[in-house]
């Protein structure tokens, strides 16, 4: 975990998010939240930590919550060439605490490069989502910000 205690924090800053779209969906129906992969990062420390975790029931609630609104999940896919510069890696040679970070996320996987972790990352999210069963939506920044704007 590259950020020990954060776990219980992320839990808790998601429950309240939900708190406020259940209270605003009961307030003003029909109105729309967009949540992007929050829950889904989260749900990769669970997937890292394994069913023993003490968080993976609360971890369960959290997507029974999600299946009772009415919600969408965006879910950006990019293309492995496309991955190494969302993450900056050029400017991670002058930035050193972007340096630092990156290279302790390395050291705590299987993986070669930071561009071989998030493309894995990328395809775990992908595999939790579908097995979630909530309704979502991957495509290119410009396709989502497309379907956003057929409403």
Partial sequence: MFWPGIVPVRFS???????FVEAESARLPGD?????????????TMAQE???????????RLINRLKHLDILVFLLQLKEHEIAAK????WA????VWKLFLERRLTETPYDTVQELFTAQQELLNRLIKEQGLPYQTGTLEELLGFVASF
């Fill in 93 to 96: 040679q002058e930035e050193l």
């Fill in 87 to 90: 993450l900056h890696l050029e």
């Fill in 32 to 44: 729309s939240f967009i949540f992007n992969r929050f829950h889904l990062t989260l749900g990769i």
């Fill in 50 to 60: 394994g069913k023993a975790s003490d968080f993976h029931s609360r971890y369960e």
């Fill in 13 to 19: 800053l998601l429950e309240a998010a939900l708190d």
